[in-house]
């Protein structure tokens, strides 16, 4: 009882959380890292033998039941399931569109690429190899598919977030080596204009709401004024202090899940952020506990997967 309460307390709840039922839908351990596909109906992962047959990836329908084999080859495929991207040992990365399996290359030396919504453009960067990385070059590249890349930026210890809009890149990092602060801004890619809309040490866990309009991010280690959750416009103004921590997943344009951090081995707590009335409240727990942050919300909003860290099996949860 007493850990119960204890939970309770962190979460900022006043009632016990009820269980939210789940099913396990990959048993066994096998299948850490699953993705959601586009439309929320399966569940995607990578494996191979001795599970099963070949290396690929597989699917399973987010109900359960037989595991099929979606890809036979390996590859970092976009969220939307539109590209496959083949980074080479050099500098070449292949980017082939499955719809017809027409390609192009960029020089990437094996970055990860961040496609806008439509997957009509991508971003990515190129870094220093060597040196502290709080003060290593970082160019920042854009492309639109099928076209040549160019540079719209340079930065220090950071990188790129994701995309506010097709012409708007979410960025953090340093504008020069020896400034002891990042920004975290919006950078306009055909006018160059930059927003501002965060100064701090560092950020982490930066999240983009699925529409682009607001901003999820963590600030620790700095002043007890900037430390904390907070929640913001991409548009500007001021920032919003969550009062909690934890691990978050956005679960549409209005709404965010918390998974507040707790010290003990309780269940872990689902709480909703609704933007719109500024309120929280608490969804249930999921009667166990995840695993290495491995949990995702399915694409509309629905439905929810993690890897138990009782037993390694994954399971769905419907969200209330």
Request: one cysteine or more; a positive charge.
């Amino acid at each position: 009882m007493r850990r119960l309460l204890l939970t309770a307390v962190l979460a900022g709840t006043s009632a016990l959380a009820a269980t939210l039922p789940s099913r396990a839908v990959l048993g066994g351990g096998c299948c850490p890292g699953t993705v959601w596909t586009p439309d929320s109906g399966a569940l995607l992962f990578l494996d191979g033998p001795p599970t099963r047959p070949s290396t690929g990836f597989y699917e399973v329908a987010a109900t359960g039941g037989p595991v099929t084999r979606r890809f036979s080859s390996i590859a970092y495929f976009s969220p939307r399931l539109r590209w496959a991207v083949r980074p080479s040992t050099g500098e070449t990365t292949v980017l082939e569109r499955l719809a017809d399996s027409r390609r192009f290359m960029l020089p990437t030396f094996g970055a990860d690429v961040v496609w806008n919504d439509a997957e009509t453009r991508l971003a990515y960067t190129r870094s220093d190899t060597t040196g502290n990385y709080d003060r290593r070059a970082t160019r920042v590249f854009v492309a639109d598919a099928f076209g040549p890349p160019r540079q719209v930026a340079t930065l220090y210890g950071g990188g790129v977030s994701g995309w506010v809009d097709d012409n708007t890149l979410l960025l953090s990092g340093k504008s020069a080596p020896d400034n002891r602060d990042r920004d975290l801004f919006t950078l306009n890619i055909r006018s160059g204009a930059k927003k501002t809309l965060r100064t701090a040490l560092g950020f982490r866990g930066v999240s983009l709401s699925p529409d682009g309009t607001r901003v999820l991010y963590t600030i620790s280690f700095d002043s007890a004024a900037r430390n904390g959750l907070w929640l913001q416009s991409t548009a500007g103004g001021t920032p919003t202090e969550m009062g909690d921590y934890g691990a978050y997943r956005w679960r549409d344009a209005g709404r965010f899940l918390l998974i507040p951090l707790t010290l003990d081995s309780g269940a872990h707590v689902l709480r909703q952020y609704t933007v719109s009335l500024n309120r929280w409240n608490t969804l249930g727990d999921l009667g166990d506990q995840v695993r290495q942050g491995d949990w995702n919300i399915s694409p509309d909003g629905k439905l929810l997967n993690f890897l138990s860290a009782r037993d390694g099996n994954v399971r769905v949860l419907a969200l209330p």
